[in-house]
């Protein structure tokens, strides 16, 4: 997987999509954007310590911490069909 790119995680993801009828497709996406966020929380819940000692201890931390919120942030805003 040398050519990962998000385009090719929103190609899967609309290949993925057509296989639900057009009126379930919404619901499919709230429910990854869901479970996409719930992860997120569980994870951030589970490692919070970990990662204010991170943005604490290396200052340069926070704007790539900011990337990966805004990297999040578009990812679900394509699941849930908003630009």
Do not use: C, E, H
Not at 3 to 20: E, G, I, K, T, W
Not at 74 to 79: D, G, M, S, V
Request: no cysteine; aromatic share 14%.
């Amino acid at each position: 997987m040398s050519n990962f790119s998000l385009a090719s995680v929103q190609d899967l993801y609309l290949q993925f999509l057509n296989n639900f009828p057009v009126n379930l497709r919404p619901v499919v996406s709230i429910a990854l954007a869901v479970l996409i966020v719930y992860s997120i929380f569980k994870i951030v819940k589970q490692d919070f310590l970990w990662i204010i000692v991170l943005v604490i201890l290396l200052p340069s931390s926070w704007p790539i911490l900011q990337s990966i919120g805004q990297g999040v942030v578009a990812f679900i805003k394509f699941l849930l069909g908003t630009k």
